[in-house]
């Protein structure tokens, strides 16, 4: 498993379980350690009770999520509205959430065949939770044939639905799909949208299905080819797209299937009208940020995820639940100190690393890798915002946090260096190595190679050795580019911005430009890249593209811009 599938389902794990920790329901598993069960918000794990109507925590009707409707036939007209209830749900990957909505239906109609089809559907698996455990996926099974055997004379496209999670839930799935059968669900699922190629509903679906055949990987190499999964993925989505632009799911697997492509622009319009469409889904309204941030639009990214929130807050109160760290609040969270981060909007980036901070215990740190790099990142703001000073204050995580301790002593490193203390930053460069082998996960390892070759380069460059700062820098932009995609990136800005201020300080001003439009070409709208960029312009005698940079970096630039100089590169 890749280290960014394994952060994504920690991140959706995690996410959910500090809505519905306390809950009966589908198992979740919630660490980047697949052999592990994370603790919930009430400090056991999670339940393994199967979906019952009568289990469920009782879940109002909330009103402001998408606009879906599959028809269901009952004398209770709460039942249709649970039912597409569940479904807005599912949009907005709120999968406990989902299954409480369901399980309402069934409670008020326990002959609602689609009611059922929606509680065995919330078990998953989908394209953040990783594997299914073979526990739900019985009990996943159980409920489709019960709910096959009892309605024989179900509608044509009603059982087409049901006979398709029959062939998800199968028993002996292969092992390599995420507990079930997900690639011949997902040829059901292509097979059913042939048959009623105007029905949306079974178009998105059989769209996610293809995605959750394989998770994450929807693009050859470079973003530009589509692979098999993929491909079917988006033809389905852009089909509906095209006579539906405002199908809330639609919109929302566009995003992710184009975010990581060599053209996450092409879903800008539809990310544009999402937030409106479900102004009280705060994923949904999130979910923007995956193409604002790749195209450079971090204050709109930093916007929307504050909203999202306030809204996930509203919800918790709404549901009688604390609203602290709810829902996405992590994710959504990074997201606004990221954006923040490359701007230089210090008050917020460091507003949200507190925050991050006091919402990550170590305990919850020592169960998951994707919780304790809530702190690495947080150090990582401190270090890019802070003094020297305030950076040696910050005490040394727990010695068993060995991400968040091996990030510490970088910053450090830099924050000596930044004061004239070479020996000091090498001996922190010393401890930082140690701390690196320490790492047992390759994926990680290579994370804590990047950020030492960063340490080496700052120290190097500190003391004057400015060819030896360029190859660390260089090596660090290696590193870079062969990471999976992760969004935000665990890393606060592309390494080519050091290696533009160290080419310009080696007179290399063309090959600083190179640097620094490599950088935009990673990061578009990084303030500092821009900045950089319009000082390497102007040492090469380029006065009107300098401004022209140096007019783009206004746009986006949300910090002082009386701390912006090269040596905050």
């Known amino acids: 498993m890749t280290l960014r599938s394994q952060l994504m389902i920690a991140t959706a794990c995690l996410s959910l379980m500090g809505v519905f920790g306390c809950a009966s329901g589908p198992t979740k598993t919630a660490t980047l350690d697949p052999s592990l069960v994370a603790a919930s918000m009430c400090g056991k794990p999670l339940s393994d009770a199967p979906a019952d109507?009568?289990?469920p925590k009782p879940i109002p009707l909330i009103s402001g999520l998408a606009s879906v409707q599959y028809p269901v036939t009952s004398s209770n007209p709460d039942v249709q509205r649970y039912m597409d209830q569940g479904l807005a749900m599912l949009y907005g990957f709120e999968y406990e959430k989902a299954w409480f909505s369901f399980a309402a239906a069934l409670k008020l109609d326990p002959d609602c065949a689609m009611c059922a089809w929606g509680d065995a559907y919330a078990y998953g698996p989908n394209i953040n939770s990783g594997e299914l455990s073979a526990k739900d996926a019985t009990?996943?099974?159980?409920?489709?044939?019960e709910t096959l055997a009892s309605h024989k004379n179900l509608p044509e496209r009603d059982r087409a639905l049901l006979e398709a999670l029959e062939i998800r839930y199968a028993a002996n799935p292969?092992?390599?799909?995420?507990?079930?059968?997900?690639?011949?669900?997902?040829?059901?699922?292509?097979?059913?949208s042939n048959r009623w190629p105007d029905d949306d509903v079974i178009m998105i679906l059989a769209a996610e299905a293809a995605m959750t055949a394989r998770p994450w990987d929807y693009w050859e190499k470079g973003g530009h080819v589509a692979l098999r999964w993929g491909g079917k993925a988006m033809h389905l989505v852009e089909t509906v797209l095209a006579r539906n632009p405002t199908q809330p799911e639609a919109i929302h697997l566009y995003i992710h299937l184009t975010e990581n492509s060599d053209n996450p622009r092409r879903a800008e319009i539809y990310a544009d009208k999402l937030g409106g469409l479900a102004p009280n889904s705060a994923h949904l309204v999130h979910m923007p940020s995956h193409t604002y941030y790749p195209l450079g639009r971090f204050k709109d990214s930093i916007i929307i995820n504050e909203r999202a929130i306030n809204i996930d807050e509203g919800v918790a109160r709404t549901m009688g639940e604390d609203p602290a760290w709810y829902g996405y609040y992590f994710h959504h969270a990074r997201f606004v100190m990221s954006a923040a981060q490359q701007v230089g909007d210090s008050t917020t980036a460091l507003r949200i690393a507190a925050q991050l901070e006091k919402g990550t215990t170590v305990e919850k740190a020592l169960k998951s890798e994707w919780s304790e790099s809530n702190l690495a990142l947080a150090i990582q703001a401190r270090g890019q915002f802070q003094t020297p000073e305030a950076v040696l204050a910050l005490p040394a995580p727990d010695k068993r946090l060995k991400i968040a301790t091996l990030t510490w002593r970088a910053v450090r490193a830099e924050a000596l260096a930044r004061k004239g203390d070479l020996t000091g930053a090498r001996r922190e460069v010393v401890a930082l190595k140690k701390a690196r082998e320490a790492l047992t996960s390759k994926d990680?390892?290579?994370?804590?190679?990047r950020i030492l070759e960063m340490a080496q380069g700052r120290v190097d460059l500190a003391s004057g050795r400015y060819d030896l700062a360029a190859g660390h820098f260089r090596a660090a932009a290696e590193l870079e580019g062969a990471f999976d995609y992760t969004e935000p990136p665990l890393w606060s800005e592309p390494a080519d911005i050091a290696l533009g201020r160290t080419l310009l300080a080696l007179g290399d001003a063309t090959g600083a430009q190179t640097a620094f439009d490599r950088a935009l070409k990673v990061r578009p709208g990084n303030a500092y890249a821009l900045w950089g960029r319009a000082q390497a312009e102007a040492k090469a005698g380029q006065s009107g593209a300098s401004q022209a940079s140096l007019t783009e970096f206004d746009k986006v630039?949300?910090?002082d811009k009386a701390v912006i100089g090269l040596e905050r590169l």
């Open 174 to 192: 292969p092992k390599d799909q995420a507990g079930v059968h997900a690639e011949a669900y997902a040829n059901a699922m292509i097979e059913a």
């Open 557 to 559: 630039w949300l910090g």
């Open 139 to 145: 009990a996943a099974r159980k409920r489709v044939a």
């Open 53 to 55: 109507p009568e289990a």
């Open 444 to 449: 990680w390892q290579s994370f804590a190679q």
